[in-house]
């Protein structure tokens, strides 16, 4: 059974630093490509970040481009999300999701939300 455990949201304030993790399970990490996907209330899912298997190969939201940072420790089945000079536009549930894209497997996702 997959399992996917997002972990590190909460509130902060525009300009401050937040990091997610996501734990994996029952899946071949280290073979897997990897994605973070937000939603915030009321839109479409939003995949803002990917990385490959090997950790190499990322890729970046206009949005996010220059403020998020994705990375993966395939020793621990950990998937990283570093967020750093958060806006009030980034408040969203962020998912862990197994794959390129918005469509694989996800967790329950973590709550972001920034606000003054």
């Known amino acids: 059974e997959v399992q996917l455990v997002e972990s590190g949201g909460g509130l902060v304030q525009p300009g401050g630093s937040l990091r997610l993790s996501c734990a994996a399970s029952?899946?071949?990490?280290?073979?897997?490509?990897m994605s973070w996907v937000r939603q915030a209330p009321g839109e479409d899912p939003d995949c803002i970040s990917t990385i490959r298997s090997g950790g190499v190969v990322k890729f970046y939201d206009n949005s996010v481009k220059g403020r998020y940072a994705i990375s993966r420790d395939n020793a621990k089945n950990t998937l990283l999300l570093q967020m750093n000079s958060l806006k009030h536009d980034d408040t969203a549930v962020y998912y862990c999701?197994?794959?390129?894209?918005?469509?694989?497997?996800r967790g329950q996702g973590t709550q972001v939300t920034v606000a003054s």
């Open positions: 029952g899946i071949s990490f280290g073979s897997s490509d």
């Open positions: 999701v197994r794959g390129l894209g918005q469509f694989g497997s």
